[in-house]
Nanobody, 126 residues
Framework: QLQLVESGGGLVQPGGSLRLSCAAS????????IGWFRQAPGKVREGLSC???????NYADSVKGRFTTSRDNAENTVYLQMDSLKPEDTAVYYC????????????????????WGQGTQVTVSS
C-alpha cells in the first residue's frame, strides 16, 4: 500500500520559511489527491492545503497567501512551502493521500484521506 514520509520540519523564527516534503513510495502519487494537515497540542486536526492529481490546489483561509503546495510526479514527492511563519503555525504537520480514479478537486476534510504519514514537527519561536 502507499507509504508517505514527511520531512523538512524544524525550528524556525517568526517570519521565516520552511519547505516540507512528502515522499510517496510503493505507489505513484499520480493516483491520489494529496493533502497537508496539522495538529497542535489540544487542538483538532486542521486541513491546510491539498493538491489534486491534475495539479489544482485548495487552501485554508488560515494559510492562504503564505503556504504553497506543489507536486513533482517524477520524484513522487509533494511539497508544502511555508512562508511568513507565525508562532500559531507550531504543530505536527502531516501529509495524506486520497485515492481517486477520476480527476476531481481535492478537499480539506481529513476523513477523505486514507493514507497518512507519521508527521513532522514544526516549531515557530524566537
Amino acid at each position: 500500500q502507499l507509504q508517505l514520509v514527511e520531512s523538512g520540519g524544524g525550528l524556525v523564527q517568526p517570519g521565516g520559511s520552511l519547505r516540507l516534503s512528502c515522499a510517496a513510495s510503493r505507489f505513484s502519487p499520480d493516483y491520489f489527491n494529496i493533502g497537508w494537515f496539522r495538529q497542535a497540542p489540544g487542538k483538532v486536526r486542521e486541513g491546510l492545503s491539498c493538491i489534486s492529481k491534475s495539479g489544482s490546489t485548495n487552501y485554508a483561509d488560515s494559510v492562504k497567501g503564505r503556504f504553497t503546495t506543489s507536486r513533482d510526479n517524477a520524484e513522487n514527492t509533494v511539497y508544502l512551502q511555508m512562508d511568513s511563519l507565525k508562532p500559531e503555525d507550531t504543530a505536527v504537520y502531516y501529509c495524506a493521500a486520497e485515492p481517486v480514479v477520476l480527476i476531481r478537486p481535492c478537499i480539506l476534510w481529513a476523513n477523505e484521506y486514507d493514507y497518512w504519514g507519521q508527521g513532522t514537527q514544526v516549531t515557530v519561536s524566537s
